[in-house]
């Protein structure tokens, strides 16, 4: 627990879901506590062992009740990515933006408490957030998962239009990213970026194939590696001052035999080692994203529209070149990514494509009925051409499963109730796998 944490009016006191868009302050002892949450599979049971869960609720409510209902944790989560509700004071058309700050607060560290215990040991977490509330949900985080859990804080370029009237015209948010393992540990099992072969070039005809090239020298000074290169057209070269040679001397000749020492300016400039796509090893995110790597909030619209011509956008999507980026860094097939405020569906899009299991709770189930269980439809048939559907070479297939949990506190009326919902799965037809037991029973 960290020395110095952040101090919110009612930090003591629990906040829960009322109703379908608010909160209320409860003390730990109230006995309406104790009362199960009322959790209703919306989907036929389906026969596979993993399932994905689309569940429409209160992220801690639905990760109460799936814990309790159903074994989908059980094997841990390997990454939790949220985009929550950033604070900002506005309001967007699917939801809600203006809390009270110590509820916001209170919000997200419940949350992110009732995520960690259910973490496997390498897993990490990926808060989404903006300047409204970064730098204190940073402190949650800190007393959360403990501050050497730190890993980075990504600052992803969200967009490439210039805002003339405003002080600064921001064009980033900011994702802090955390590993209960901490970050000498995680990096043993994270994924590096991979780098682009189509940047390899072949300069000399070389027939094993195209290279990159590295410089051959290696930071201080070491005895073995300090001997004189003779270059091609003549010159002589030692190492730079504080530098010592990549290699010791007979690897160097080595190296020279089997043509992988390559003199640039003509035969005239220091050796640079040749590498062949085969050797390169991946490359370790940077923590500025920009726009090229992985879109902007505009590209993610504009896909959006593509799924829904007739629809008003949702207003804040994030592009899913986002979502495939983390998802690779922070796990590999099969494994488990777990999103709590769903949006559009981008997670569950984006993980579905990547073979990746999910789990993905949103509250708000007209933005279920009118993005996220559609978006999903269009994925699983294979119609959805955009995003990342090119680079994951996605095909089509799968399955996952609607559930629906109903809060403790308040009442839900209109599109909120479980009926409703159902009946639009059924003019959906989601594709659903009939066969046998799953662990949604
Ligand atoms: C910023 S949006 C997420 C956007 C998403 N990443 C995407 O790409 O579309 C936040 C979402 O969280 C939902 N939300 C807000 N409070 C929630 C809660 N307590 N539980 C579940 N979802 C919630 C909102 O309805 C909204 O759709």
Known sequence: MSEIQLVWPNKHVLLRASGETGYEWVEPNDCRLSDPLSFELLTAPGRQTRTNILAVGDGLDVLQALKSHTRVFNGGIRLVYIDPPFNTQVNFRQYLDTMNRSMWLSMMRERLMALRPLLADDASVWVHLDDAEVHRARMVMDEVFGENAFVASVVWQKKNSRDSRAAFSTNHDTILVYAPSGPKQWKTSRNLLVKDNALLLNRDNDPRGPWSDAPFTAPGY?????????????????????????????????????????????????????????????????????????????????????????????????????????????????????????????????????????????????????????????????????????ATSWKGGGNFQVVHVTPRFGKLTGSYRPETIKRHLSALSVRRDRSAASELE
């Not at 290699?247 to 640079?272: C, N, Q, V």
């Not at 777990?338 to 569950?348: E, L, M, N």
């Open 222 to 390: 070491r005895r073995a590696q300090q001997y004189e290169i003779v270059t091609p057209t003549g010159q002589i070269l030692r190492p730079p001052r504080g530098r010592s040679w990549y290699a010791t001397e007979p690897t160097y000749r080595d190296l020279l035999a089997d043509d992988r020492i390559w003199f640039p300016k003509g035969g005239d400039g220091s050796p640079r080692l040749k590498l062949f796509a085969h050797q390169l090893r991946g490359l370790v995110p940077f923590t500025v994203w920009g726009s090229t790597d992985t879109g902007t909030n505009d590209d993610a619209k504009r896909h959006l529209m593509e799924l829904f011509p007739d629809h008003e956008v949702f207003d804040t999507p994030k592009p899913e070149s986002l979502l495939e980026r983390i998802i690779h860094i922070a796990t590999n097939p099969g494994q488990l990514v777990v999103d709590i405020f769903g949006g559009s569906g981008t997670t569950a899009a984006v993980a579905h494509k990547m073979g990746r299991q999910w789990v993905v709770a949103e509250r708000n189930a007209q933005t279920v009925l009118d993005f996220v269980l559609p978006r999903l439809k269009q994925v699983l048939d294979g119609t959805d051409t955009g995003g990342v559907t090119e």
